[in-house]
């Protein structure tokens, strides 16, 4: 097939998706696939620039980018996507490595879909559902799916007094974004306005969360099956950005080492939070599991990171399929839904 990866973009995610794109063309090509590699911020990537990014070794930072790089950026992003419309409209199928901001908030979805140009992952309904955590969170208890306590905050109003029934520790985190970006745990009530304004830094809206102890536990959806279960041990207090893409930061184990009925638990209820989205072809759905063994579902992923440090690639490797054949079995699932 001839297939064009999307990755880059402008979104606080922006190296990890460089990350994952690179590394998802490479899987392609191992299986013989014709592959052109787009960031949507700059253009289309030649053999020397892919080569150049991949010659850096790590391509994700210890931080995210900041506000001031992602602004700078912005702009150019949709302008981008409309002029390499045409060229998109060459391939079989558009593999989204994209992560946050446009990338996986259902805006490049709804372009596609316009264009009529098959991609990976879930459509821009979906994705935007997904994107959303407090519209999720809804979706998820009408399915059945526990989720802790939350409420959204208000700018206008000091951080001591927006716990509401909320206990400390809470979550305080930006409601449309990912891989922890913005993401604090405050234990003093002294400490949320702080923590709150970080959050505004990446989102006009800022979710309080219950936290909820326990083990971290993560499932990847791929087509109709559920992935074997996944722990992550993180060595900082969550499973934070430096985790996340810092080689030795957290330990995965595959499958997780928890009673089998539990991991059949967590199974089931990450296709009913797949199904609650709308989501299709893949994604990640992330668990915590209290000492009582409860479940409780933090969020849903509609573009997974596809890293060396990446857990969706990391739950496929347990099923028994290599990264070249999960790529591909995610770009024939676009090409298979698209024909139903």
């Known amino acids: 097939m001839r297939i064009t990866v999307l990755m880059g973009g402008t979104s606080a995610e922006r190296d990890v998706s460089l990350a994952s794109g690179l590394r998802i063309a490479d899987g392609l090509r191992a299986k013989g696939h014709q592959v052109v590699t787009l960031d949507t911020a700059r253009g289309t990537l030649s053999a020397k620039d892919e080569k150049q990014l991949l010659s850096k070794g790590n391509v994700v930072k210890r931080e995210p980018p900041s506000q001031e790089e992602l602004t700078r950026m912005a702009s150019e992003t949709l302008p981008q996507m409309l002029r390499a419309l045409p060229s998109l409209k060459e391939a079989d199928v558009v593999f989204l490595g994209l992560h946050g901001g446009y990338g996986e908030d259902g805006t490049i979805q709804a372009l596609l879909d316009m264009a009529g140009i098959r991609y990976t ?145 967590a199974q089931d209820l990450a296709r009913r939070a797949f199904q609650a989205l709308k989501l299709r072809g893949y994604a990640r759905i992330d668990f915590r599991m209290t000492e009582e063994g409860g479940l409780f579902c933090l969020e849903a992923n509609t573009l997974p990171g596809m890293t060396q440090t990446s857990l969706i690639p990391q739950g496929a490797a347990a099923a028994g399929i290599s990264f070249p054949d999960l790529c591909e079995r995610i770009a024939l699932l676009a090409v298979s839904q698209e024909s139903r």
């Open 121 to 265: 992952g879930s459509g821009h309904l979906g994705s935007a559902l997904a994107m959303d955590k407090d519209l999720s969170k809804h979706l998820f208890r009408r399915a059945g799916v526990a989720t802790a306590d939350w409420i959204m905050a208000r700018r206008e109003v000091p951080g001591e007094e927006q716990l509401g029934r909320l206990a400390l520790p809470v979550v305080v985190k930006p409601s449309k974004q990912g891989s922890t970006v913005g993401l604090s745990v405050v234990k003093r009530r002294e400490e949320l306005s702080a923590a709150i304004a970080e959050a505004f830094r990446f989102d006009d809206e800022v979710m309080l969360e219950q936290f909820v102890a326990g083990r971290e536990l993560t499932v990847g959806i791929l087509g109709d099956d559920a992935l074997p279960v996944g722990e992550i041990i993180p060595k900082h207090e969550i499973y934070d950005y430096e985790c996340k893409y810092t080689v030795g930061m957290a330990e995965e184990v595959f499958p997780a080492q928890i009673p089998a009925d539990r991991a059949r638990e």
